[in-house]
């Protein structure tokens, strides 16, 4: 994606990323090649390489460039990953697990079916508007997934379990009698992540285009699918 739009993270989202990698460090978590990911360093090294891949992209980010940023020298870039396409793998996993922890904290707070798509368009827009470098990251794993089998495997299960996580809040919230659904939990995660990947890209590529009534057509899409 050939965006030129850059933003600072928010303060409260470059803290919870901080949680988030200090909560690694007390998790089981290992790499391509078996070597445990819990350290200092392995952390420092995945988000050195979101940083790079959000500014050169894949094929730019190079592993000489990645460690000068992370402070490690290259070979500890090799032990714990084998390669860079393992280790923006690493990269994406991690911003998916923060930003669906997230996502689960704001819907919490949903009493209607209208506030749940209500929060979710607010994510989308704080997501494009504030760390659009998250969605150039997916749509790089995504590119580098068409030519790669391995990694296409690897993506595969991401976008999975984070369908299978968002379809499990959406039917917990309709055991509640927070909202029904209209189809299938799973069925309708899958739809509300298409509106929202296919609305960042574009959000992105015309960085000075009004979305207002864009994003007001998708809430509406959404709104057939969950009802109070």
């Not at 494009?128 to 299960?157: C, H, K, M, Q, W």
Request: glycine residues 6%.
């Amino acid at each position: 994606m050939g965006a030129t739009a850059q933003a600072t993270v928010s303060r409260s989202d470059a803290t919870r990323r901080n949680e988030v990698n200090a909560q690694i460090a007390t998790e089981e978590r290992t790499g391509p090649a078996g070597r445990s990911l819990s350290s200092e360093k392995a952390r420092r090294i995945v988000e050195a390489m979101r940083r790079s891949v959000a500014r050169r992209g894949t094929a730019g980010s190079t592993f000489d460039q990645v460690s000068r940023e992370a402070g490690v020298s290259r070979g500890l870039l090799h032990y714990y990953f084998g390669t860079k396409e393992q280790l923006l793998v690493e990269a994406v996993r991690l911003e998916c697990e923060l930003r669906l922890e997230q996502l689960e904290q704001q819907l919490a707070s949903a009493q209607t079916a209208h506030d749940y798509v209500d929060l979710m368009a607010q994510n989308l827009r704080k997501t494009v508007g504030e760390d659009p470098d998250f969605v150039t990251l997916v749509f790089e794993l995504f590119t580098l997934s068409r030519r790669n089998d391995d990694i296409a495997a690897e993506f595969a299960g991401l976008m999975s379990r984070t369908r299978e996580h968002v379809a499990q809040m959406l039917a917990m919230a309709q055991d509640e009698g927070v909202l029904h659904l209209h189809a299938e939990p799973d069925a309708v995660a899958d739809t509300l992540f298409s509106l929202a990947d296919g609305l960042a890209m574009r959000m992105l590529a015309e960085p000075e285009r009004d979305f207002t009534a864009t994003i007001a057509a998708a809430i509406a899409a959404a709104r057939a699918l969950l009802t109070d």
